[in-house]
């Protein structure tokens, strides 16, 4: 039982360069969101989508984009890597209804230099 | 004000003792509550749901407190193990989108 699946769990990028964290769930979950978590930070919200062909903005949206091509599947893009995007990117799903607990990928983490 | 509120601590107690932590939110729509883990550098992991009338898993209590809008975890009996960040989650009706509090660190030292 995978559960929610993150790839790449580790990647360096030269300032500039570009690349696309994918997500993967196997749990039938309407809802995913990506999220940053930098130390004193918290988790803040990048983007998230509420179904098949869905995506909106979060907290932290700007540098990003996404996609959800695939119930199963939320892509995070990075079209032009920034130092300030440093971070550890996690992945969460969730059933549909308030009283839903989300479930986590076991996080990318991205240095960007 | 944030949504959901947590002192960040650190806690820093010993082996053997009983700790709590408060989490208060400010929106009264909030309809669940949860208790989430986060070891270093790994994923949050759910530890226990809030139920209105509390609830009880081993060593861990969970509280709910609609009236004054805090929710509250009680660890008894600490282990080195049980140190960790602990996260406040609240859903509130009508919206996708947990709120995550900042955690509340705990430090269990021998």
């Known amino acids: 039982n995978a559960g929610v699946t993150q790839t790449p769990k580790f990647r360096v990028l030269k300032t500039g360069q570009s690349m696309t964290l994918l997500c993967a769930q196997d749990m039938n979950h309407e809802y995913m969101y990506w999220y940053r978590q930098d130390p004193g930070m918290g988790l803040r919200l990048i983007h998230y989508?509420?179904?098949?062909?869905?995506?909106a903005k979060g907290e932290v949206p700007d540098g990003y984009n996404v996609s959800r091509l695939k119930k199963q599947n939320f892509l995070l893009g990075l079209e032009s890597a920034a130092p300030s995007q440093t971070s550890v990117y996690f992945c969460?799903?969730?059933?549909?209804?308030?009283?839903?607990?989300?479930?986590f990928g076991q996080g990318t983490r991205l240095t960007v230099v | 004000r944030k949504e959901v509120e947590q002192d960040p601590g650190p806690f820093n107690v010993p082996e053997g003792a009983t700790v709590a932590f408060n989490c208060t939110y400010s929106?009264?729509?909030?309809?669940?509550f949860f208790w989430y883990r986060q070891d270093c550098r790994k994923e949050p992991k759910l530890l226990m749901s809030?139920?209105?009338s509390g609830n009880e898993d081993g060593r861990f209590t969970a509280q709910l407190n609609r009236a004054s809008q805090y929710i509250s975890l009680l660890i008894r009996d600490s282990k080195l193990s049980d140190s960790a960040t602990y996260l406040c989650v609240v859903n509130r009706g009508g919206s996708y989108i947990p709120t995550f509090g900042r955690g509340t660190s705990l430090i269990v030292h021998p």
């Open positions: 929106n009264s729509a909030s309809q669940s």
């Open positions: 969460a799903s969730r059933m549909t209804g308030y009283a839903t607990e989300a479930f």
């Open positions: 989508s509420v179904g098949e062909g869905t995506t």
């Open positions: 809030v139920y209105s």
